[in-house]
């Protein structure tokens, strides 16, 4: 009988610990998305490459004009074919931690020796832009669930980096 208390105890803080860790991996908590989008903040605030002020300013000063993007295309096959190249997925697919894993990448890209990584780098920040006007421009409607919001992530470092 006790040999059955002991393995329910060890069951329950067990069950308890997977929970909260899930809670945790899944951003539900407030704080947890405010660090994640603090790390944004944080890849700004290192060398940034010309090119990711440049689409940063761009879409700024549009989005100060407008208020928001006007429509925007989606990204065509080519775009596409190039994200899956690096095994990016599409902005409305992605979550804050994939963005900053990502913009990261990306910065150390666009200062790479290596000509053809360095155009493609260029290239993925333009089409990151481009995504991110579309889905302002329609309001969102493509986010299919709350653990997808790696377009905040994006949107906070274009801030963070732009001088507008």
């Not at 992605?94 to 990448?105: H, R, Y």
């Not at 290239?123 to 919001?149: D, G, H, M, P």
């Amino acid at each position: 009988m006790e040999m059955g208390k002991i393995s329910n105890s060890v069951l329950n803080k067990n069950t308890k610990f997977f929970l909260e860790s899930t809670n945790l991996s899944s951003l539900s908590c407030d704080d947890d998305k405010f660090s994640s989008l603090s790390m944004s903040a944080m890849l700004a605030r290192g060398e940034v490459p010309e090119v990711h002020r440049r689409t940063a300013d761009n879409y700024m000063v549009i989005k100060k004009i407008y208020g928001a993007p006007v429509v925007q295309p989606r990204i065509n096959n080519k775009e596409r074919a190039l994200l899956a190249k690096y095994d990016f997925n599409p902005l409305e697919f992605s979550t804050i931690k994939q963005i900053n894993e990502e913009l990261s990448f990306l910065k150390r890209w666009s200062m790479s020796l290596e000509k053809n990584l360095r155009a493609d780098a260029n290239e993925i920040i333009q089409i990151r832009a481009k995504e991110l006007k579309f889905l302002v421009a329609s309001r969102y409607v493509n986010v299919t669930s709350e653990i997808y919001q790696g377009y905040k992530a994006l949107e906070r470092y274009f801030e963070e980096i732009s001088k507008y």
